[in-house]
T-cell receptor, first 115, second 115 residues
Framework: AQKVTQAQTEISVVEKEDVTLDCVYE???????LFWYKQPPSGELVFLIR??????QNEISGRYSWNFQKSTSSFNFTITASQVVDSAVYFC????????????FGGGTRVLVKP | DVKVTQSSRYLVKRTGEKVFLECVQD?????MFWYRQDPGLGLRLIYF???????EKGDIPEGYSVSREKKERFSLILESASTNQTSMYLC??????????????FGDGTRLSIL
């Protein structure tokens, strides 16, 4: 019904480098929502952003930015000028009517930022 | 801030035991969820509840049951624990309305080992 793929399992960067996390999704819904969550070492997932399928505007929040491209079914996430505190596992997720509005998560990308 | 509290961070149990994982949220949320997290697989939904005494199966309910006697508390039960249930378990809650739209708020997780 729906699927989310995060092809990068782990990315390692040096502080101040930019890092882009890829997210590709599959759904047969025309209306759906995409999410990004951050899971720091403490374990608690933290909500970062929600985007609906009709809003293709890119979004920037501080050092974070998101690029939603419906044509390629992608919702990529960029951290600019990375910091050690950005080290975490990042999950992309999708919800839509075809899956009963339940969240489908990607496998996650572990980001390690070295000082 | 929403607080979702899971009763244990780490738990070790034996094969065949009945195991209870407890989750409490303090924001009067209607929806509550139980996920398990395994490396490379992301989060997979076990059960969810949209109201007291209501429960719905998620994607991987086999071997689990749940209980929601009070709005703030959602319990996950492993009827007869097996080694393949060794995993990180995450509880989440969200406001009512479209389940697919509302961001979910997560607890810190319970790392369960079945020996």
């Amino acid at each position: 019904a729906q699927k989310v793929t995060q092809a990068q399992t782990e990315i390692s960067v040096v502080e101040k480098e930019d890092v882009t996390l890829d997210c590709v999704y599959e759904t047969r819904d025309t209306t759906y929502y995409l999410f990004w969550y951050k899971q720091p070492p403490s374990g608690e997932l933290v909500f970062l952003i929600r985007r609906n399928s009709f809003d293709e505007q890119n979004e920037i929040s501080g050092r974070y930015s998101w690029n939603f491209q419906k044509s390629t079914s992608s919702f990529n996430f960029t951290i600019t000028a990375s910091q050690v505190v950005d080290s975490a596992v990042y999950f992309c997720a999708l919800s839509g009517k075809a899956a009963g509005n339940k969240l489908t998560f990607g496998g996650g990308t572990r980001v390690l930022v070295k000082p | 801030d929403v607080k979702v509290t899971q009763s244990s961070r780490y738990l070790v149990k034996r094969t065949g035991e009945k195991v209870f994982l407890e989750c409490v949220q303090d924001m009067d949320h209607e929806n509550m969820f139980w996920y398990r997290q395994d490396p490379g697989l992301g989060l997979r939904l076990i059960y969810f509840s949209y109201d007291v005494k209501m429960k719905e199966k998620g994607d991987i309910p086999e071997g689990y049951s749940v209980s929601r006697e009070k709005k703030e508390r959602f319990s996950l039960i492993l009827e007869s624990a097996s080694t393949n249930q060794t995993s990180m378990y995450l509880c989440a809650s969200s406001l009512s309305g479209s389940m697919g739209y509302q961001p979910q708020h997560f607890g810190d997780g319970t790392r369960l080992s079945i020996l």
